[in-house]
Nanobody, 116 residues
């Protein structure tokens, strides 16, 4: 069964750092583009960052560029999002997504809260 499980969310003060992880199972992880999305209360889910299957190309939303870093370890079937200089507006549930053609998998999400 295909599965993505996020972990590592929590509460952090503004300006702090946090790393979230996404562990995959049940599919060929290295073939999938991996993305992190987030959804704040009352807002639509937005794309934060993406990384290709090989990990050689990354992209970021303008709002997180220079502060967040997406990475993956295909040997461990795990992806990461390192978040630095966090701001209260980064508060959201963070979801990982794996996509390969029409195949699309979502995790259950992990809460990140940034206090001012």
């Amino acid at each position: 069964q295909e599965q993505l499980v996020e972990s590592g969310g929590g509460l952090v003060q503004s300006g702090g750092s946090l790393s979230v992880s996404c562990a995959a199972s049940g599919f060929t992880f290295s073939s999938y583009v991996l993305s992190w999305y987030r959804q704040a209360p009352g807002k639509e889910r937005e794309l934060v960052a993406s990384i290709t299957g090989r990990g050689d190309v990354t992209s970021y939303a303008d709002s997180v560029k220079g502060r967040f870093t997406i990475s993956r370890d295909n040997a461990k079937n795990t992806a990461y999002l390192q978040m630095n200089n966090l701001k209260p507006e980064d508060t959201a549930v963070y979801y990982c997504n794996a996509r390969f053609g029409i195949r699309n998998h979502w995790g259950q999400g992990t809460q990140v809260t940034v206090s001012s």
